[in-house]
């Protein structure tokens, strides 16, 4: 499976990004698909995750402000970011578990077997 990132960028305190992932090479629908940031200096951080059947998980500090999605027919796993704070500033990374229907998320970045390259989100103050 290869996966490719991309809707980073710079955005104002308050503002909204859309980040994408696009998969291939696999079968995308089966697996789990997860967001993880990874700030400089800080270890790699889960954000979210949404299983085949479309149950999603949240880390606290984002809940209520991010939302993860996925549409199989593209092959693509969505994280809409809204309200965006400094403290969201990271490189982001989508992943898949490669597990086909696992029930829920996991949130451990060892659970994951394929990562993609990673976006650039930097939120100014």
């Known amino acids: 499976v290869q996966l490719q990132a991309s809707g980073g960028g710079l955005v104002q305190a308050g503002g909204s990004l859309r980040l994408s992932c696009a998969a291939s090479?696999?079968?995308?629908?089966?697996?789990?698909m997860g967001w993880f940031r990874q700030a400089p200096g800080k270890e790699r951080e889960f954000v979210a995750g949404i299983t085949w059947s479309g149950i999603s998980t949240y880390a606290a500090s984002v809940k209520g402000r991010f939302t993860i999605s996925r549409d199989n027919a593209k092959n693509t796993v969505y994280l809409q970011m809204s309200s965006l704070k400094p403290e969201d500033t990271a490189v982001y990374y989508c992943?898949?578990?490669?597990?086909?229907?696992?029930?829920?998320?996991?949130?451990?970045?060892?659970?994951?077997?394929?990562w993609g390259q990673g976006t650039q989100v930097t939120v100014s103050s």
């Open positions: 090479g696999g079968t995308f629908r089966r697996y789990v």
């Open positions: 992943a898949a578990d490669g597990i086909e229907f696992r029930a829920e998320v996991p949130n451990t970045a060892g659970s994951y077997r394929y």
